[in-house]
């Protein structure tokens, strides 16, 4: 459970069905605060709804975050819902592999929607409302290690990721005369639902590629999402923590050896 008090806070979660977002909602209902999960996929969205409404306040919006739409209905369900809005979390994302020779435009465009216009116009929609109440308040952007350090397939993502971050940046000093804070979490290989189900070996792998030994979990991720969000966080803003075991530190990537010369 969360050491962080969100007693009378209200957040936003995007992509919280499962994994890390599922987790920051958990942690955030933990410590008090009421949260709007979000996720496109409706049979997930309910599922988590139940379980951590067995915690304590949730709703759910189920559509895409990269909707205008829904992110209006994000917003507008947590004022209406819960009273006000305290705490953004633009954690949805889509990782699409591809060579930068061979990567489509229309593989391009989803990305940047989701990784991209989502998690901007959310940030966006949060911060007027905020605003508006005077209020005050905390945005969270989901970037990852591959926008710090080149990783094999991963050009398109991993700049969507690097822009997360300079985004961040840009919106603390925009929005820092309105008390409002905005940072970034950016994850290395985490084990979820997803990374096991795209590969069984994926933990074994990164395990021998991190430096700590162990892969992070759903968890660690949210722990320092947590503490950005706390009220302990308010003079960290315009800033990315990197939660990997070290991995960035010299960043070898699974199967990739360098063309011999």
Same mark, same amino acid.
């Given at each position: 459970?969360?050491?962080?008090?969100?007693?009378? #806070?209200?957040?936003?979660?995007?992509?919280?069905?499962?994994?890390?977002?599922?987790?920051?909602?958990?942690?955030?209902?933990?410590?008090?605060? &009421?949260?709007?999960?979000?996720? =496109?996929?409706?049979?997930?969205?309910?599922?988590?709804?139940?379980?951590?409404?067995?915690? @304590?306040?949730?709703?759910?919006? /189920?559509?895409?975050?990269?909707?205008?739409?829904? =992110?209006?209905?994000?917003?507008?369900?947590?004022?209406?819902? !819960?009273?006000?809005?305290?705490?953004?979390?633009?954690?949805?994302? =889509?990782?699409?592999?591809?060579?930068?020779?061979?990567?489509?435009?229309?593989?391009?465009?989803?990305?940047?929607?989701?990784?991209?216009?989502?998690? !901007? !116009?959310?940030?966006?929609?949060?911060?007027?409302?905020?605003?508006?109440?005077? &209020?005050?308040?905390?945005?969270?952007?989901?970037?990852?290690?591959?926008?710090?350090?080149?990783?094999?397939?991963?050009?398109?993502?991993?700049?969507? #990721?690097?822009?997360?971050?300079?985004? $961040?940046?840009?919106?603390?000093?925009?929005?820092?005369?309105? #008390?409002?804070?905005?940072?970034?979490?950016?994850?290395?290989?985490?084990?979820?639902?997803?990374?096991?189900?795209?590969?069984?070996?994926?933990?074994?792998?990164?395990?021998?590629? =991190?430096?700590?030994?162990?892969? $992070?979990?759903? $968890?660690?991720?949210?722990?320092?999402?947590?503490?950005?969000?706390?009220?302990?966080?308010?003079?960290?803003?315009?800033?990315? /923590?990197?939660?990997?075991? @070290?991995?960035?530190?010299?960043?070898?990537?699974?199967?990739?050896?360098?063309?011999?010369?």
């Amino acid at each position: 459970m969360t050491a962080f008090n969100f007693d009378h #806070k209200v957040a936003v979660v995007t992509g919280s069905g499962t994994g890390i977002g599922l987790e920051i909602a958990k942690q955030l209902v933990q410590g008090g605060a &009421s949260v709007v999960i979000n996720d =496109i996929d409706k049979q997930k969205a309910d599922a988590a709804m139940q379980l951590i409404q067995s915690i @304590g306040r949730c709703e759910a919006v /189920i559509g895409d975050s990269s909707d205008l739409n829904c =992110i209006r209905s994000l917003v507008d369900t947590a004022v209406a819902s !819960f009273g006000h809005l305290d705490i953004v979390v633009a954690n949805s994302g =889509i990782t699409t592999f591809g060579k930068f020779l061979e990567y489509d435009q229309k593989e391009f465009k989803k990305l940047v929607d989701v990784n991209l216009q989502g998690s !901007f !116009f959310l940030a966006q929609e949060g911060a007027k409302r905020m605003i508006k109440t005077n &209020s005050g308040g905390r945005i969270l952007f989901m970037s990852s290690v591959t926008g710090h350090q080149a990783h094999p397939n991963l050009s398109a993502y991993g700049m969507t #990721k690097a822009a997360l971050e300079m985004l $961040a940046k840009s919106l603390a000093v925009e929005l820092a005369e309105y #008390k409002i804070t905005v940072n970034a979490v950016a994850p290395g290989a985490t084990l979820t639902e997803r990374t096991k189900q795209e590969d069984p070996n994926y933990q074994e792998v990164w395990e021998n590629l =991190i430096p700590v030994g162990d892969i $992070a979990t759903p $968890a660690d991720i949210a722990n320092a999402a947590l503490f950005l969000l706390s009220e302990e966080s308010r003079q960290i803003t315009g800033q990315s /923590i990197i939660v990997d075991g @070290g991995w960035t530190s010299y960043s070898p990537a699974p199967g990739y050896l360098k063309k011999e010369k």
